[in-house]
């Protein structure tokens, strides 16, 4: 049991020997970084220098508006995105007339087709397919529209069936109180005339 402890705890010292060693190397490789990191600095900054020359505006075509984003704003998509989309919109107004005034044209002739990034006959398949998912969507459509006029139907038939029933019974309710009442009143005669016969054989 101690042999086996006695085994961890060299194993764990080694792991841990391996370990600053390879830290050592890690700062020794981060130190040599930063030497050569004042290198980079120079580039960059000859790089930010050649930003900074004075280049006519059409070279750069840079335009700086003014934001009113908000802090509440930062939270709202909607009303960042309108911002957004002002912030943009002013950038053109002012662009615009400037490159007119320079006399470059920004608005894009009636007559101007660009080059199709896509050929004739990929486009002649994706027509196709189109067509083909319209045509499906409207014989969908009429079948839709089929079913509901059958639905209509077969409701107006009922509806008319239920009230031709509905006449036809209320028709023979008639005729049978019709026909009780003309009982009533042929037995109404015969007893009269009986009582009349009986009267005159007094």
């Known amino acids: 049991m101690e042999s086996g402890d ?9 792991q841990n020997g391996d370990r600053k060693a390879s830290f050592a190397d890690i700062q020794m490789e981060i130190g040599s970084e930063s030497e050569g990191d004042s ?6 900054r000859e790089k930010i220098a050649e930003f900074a020359k004075k280049l006519p505006w059409i070279e750069t075509v840079d ?4 934001s009113t984003l908000t802090k509440e704003m930062i939270n709202n998509d909607f009303d960042r995105e309108l911002q957004f989309y002002q912030q943009a919109e002013k950038a053109v107004q002012l662009a615009v007339p400037r490159l007119l005034s320079l006399g470059i044209k920004v608005i894009r002739p009636s007559d101007y087709y660009a080059e199709m ?3 004739d006959g990929h486009m002649q398949k994706v027509r196709k397919r189109l067509l083909k998912i319209q045509e ?5 459509e009429a079948i839709r529209k089929m079913r509901e006029e059958r639905k209509y ?8 069936l239920q009230k031709r029933n509905n006449e036809k019974k209320q028709l023979m309710e008639a005729v049978k109180k019709h026909k009780k009442g003309m009982k009533q009143q042929l037995e109404d005669m015969l007893n009269n005339v009986k009582r009349m016969d009986l009267e005159q054989v007094d």
């Open 6 to 14: 006695e085994v961890d705890f060299i194993m764990s010292e080694e």
């Open 39 to 44: 290198d980079r600095e120079a580039e960059i």
């Open 63 to 66: 335009i700086t508006t003014r």
């Open 117 to 119: 990034a896509k050929s």
């Open 136 to 140: 499906g969507k409207e014989r969908q």
């Open 153 to 160: 139907a077969v409701m107006v038939k009922k509806e008319v």
